[in-house]
């Protein structure tokens, strides 16, 4: 899976749903964003299994996936960098996240996108 967005742009929508996660939480996978592509379209998600907060947001995509991110480390990268394209190249396989922006490459490893809690979907949202 390989995507490229705008670092301003992904740290404002993580930002957003960050109020859902959990600083001391039973389960490892909580502390991670679930990042899911498909058509071109991200969605990320983040929740502590009380709270669930979804965002989404139009990437360069050309194949569609999921993986869970580690928040904390996720959010001090970002927060590092200045405004710029950023790529990020998953390895389905080890779920290894590359992440490339400007001069510099970021390695984190990720989770089975697959094991993150389903998050409930609200009929008649408004």
Known sequence: MRFIVSTSTLLKQLQSVSG???NSTV??????FLFEIKDGNLT???????????TSLAVEAKENGRIAIPSR???DTLKSLPEQPVAFSVDDSTFAIEISAGDGKYKLSGENGEDFPKIPVVENAS
């Open 27 to 32: 389960l490892p996978i909580l502390e991670n």
């Open 73 to 75: 480390i996720l959010l």
């Open 44 to 54: 990320i998600s983040a929740t502590d299994l009380q709270t669930s907060m979804t």
């Open 20 to 22: 859902a996660l959990s």
